[in-house]
């Protein structure tokens, strides 16, 4: 992928991600930021191509890693649809030619030969959100696909010439056994991908789901049963070989996602499209600047063809914000780098965190691997009352 001729030479790294708020049918579960209506397709091509554009000042000497196409369901787009955009990425962006480039795809919107067209336009990665390999559980949460649609999605991508792909799971749903969760999990294991996302369900406010656990027409699993199929979890999938490097995240060896990792490291990322979050912080003394992309596709649309952001929250992050975060993200992911969280604040880690750490070490929910402190999977399960015992406010 080449960049606009004249853009400066590479200085720091970062990530590009495109939010596609397009959906063939919006899910019970699922609160990011899409719509079934598709007639703004074309004004949303065209903010794209204007936001992209203007990030290129922001993002000068930027050598980009890592491309992410998500939604939504990005699938759902054309082929010279999808085409504007990365079009629109290569001109105004550096990005590397070994770049991770990823695209979202959902069974039920893509055929074989849109996934070769992907591979063309320079794809080397797919994020298939199959969710499930039982009729019965992808009913309950409103999927288009079948399971056999699914395992066809995967050998259609396979097919197509990628030798890099993500399954999407979702666990611990209302009603599932262990035995059931277990089949999921064996058989997208069968289907020999390199990467495994495994998400437990979450019941988000403000989403179908949450009406209907309200109302009592739907009951959630207790919290031992949604613990014991995490850590069934994570013992399947540790056991078929792949590495537990967060919370929900599982990949053979060299295979996990580069996208995903940068923004659990703070590197920079801008993020285009309704709802989108962004992230530049180039380190040192350098300010750390967050801002999100206003939750609506029409405002979005049309604050970019009136020439304004289409931002409606941005801060600037003090040194104690960055180093909760740095606490949290390194938790779920890689393992706290002590180094980095004794660089983040002038007063280092406190007399508490230093007691807290050497506390779940003896525990057995962490243990110290070099400059690194790791969770066990016991201490995964327990991730977030960690988190609060370690943070700075």
């Known amino acids: 992928m080449n960049a606009e001729k004249g853009m400066t030479s590479p200085e720091w790294h970062g990530g590009l991600y495109v939010h596609v708020p397009f959906c063939e049918r919006k899910c019970s579960y ?7 209506n598709r007639s703004l397709v074309e004004d949303f091509l065209s903010a794209i191509e204007e936001e992209i554009r203007t990030s290129a000042e922001r993002g000068r000497g930027m050598h980009v890693d890592t491309v992410y196409i998500g939604g939504g369901t990005p699938s759902v787009l054309t082929l010279p649809q999808m085409r504007r955009i990365v079009d629109a990425l290569r001109c105004w962006h550096t990005i590397d030619p070994h770049a991770e480039f990823t695209i979202e795809v959902n069974p039920g919107t893509v055929t074989r030969e849109a996934l070769s067209e992907f591979r063309m336009l320079g794809c080397n990665r797919l994020s298939i959100g199959i969710q499930s390999f039982d009729d019965a559980e992808l009913a309950f949460l409103e999927r288009i696909h079948s399971a056999d649609e699914a395992r066809g999605c995967v050998a259609d991508a396979r097919a197509a010439g990628f030798e890099n792909l993500s399954l999407d799971l979702i666990t611990a749903l209302p009603g599932q056994t262990v035995e059931g969760c277990v089949r999921s999990l064996e058989e997208a294991v069968a289907l020999q991908p390199e990467h495994i996302s495994a998400y437990t369900l979450i019941i988000e406010e403000h989403t179908p789901l949450f009406d209907r656990v309200k109302e009592g027409r739907v009951v959630p699993l207790d919290d031992a049963r949604e613990t014991q199929c995490y850590e069934t979890t994570m013992a399947v999938l540790e056991r078929a070989g792949f590495e537990h490097y967060e919370v929900s995240s599982f990949a053979r060896p060299g295979r996990r996602s580069r996208h995903n990792s940068a923004y659990w490291n703070h590197t920079s990322y801008f993020g285009f499209g309704p709802s989108a979050h962004s992230f530049l912080w180039k380190g040192g003394d350098a300010q750390a600047r967050r801002w999100a992309n206003v939750r609506s596709i029409g405002a979005y649309c049309e604050r970019l063809r009136v020439g304004q952001s289409p931002a409606d929250q941005e801060e600037t992050l003090t040194p104690d914000q960055l180093f909760d975060e740095a606490v949290f993200l390194g938790l779920r992911s890689d393992g706290l780098d002590m180094g980095v969280l004794e660089g983040l604040r ?14 779940i070490c003896e525990a057995g929910l962490a243990f110290r691997d070099g400059e690194r402190v790791r969770l066990t999977p016991k201490g995964y399960v327990l991730c977030d009352e960690i988190c609060a015992r370690l943070l700075v406010s």
């Open 346 to 359: 002038a007063e280092g880690l406190t007399r508490r965190q230093r007691e807290t750490l050497r506390e």
């Open 30 to 36: 699922c609160d990011f930021y899409s719509v079934e």
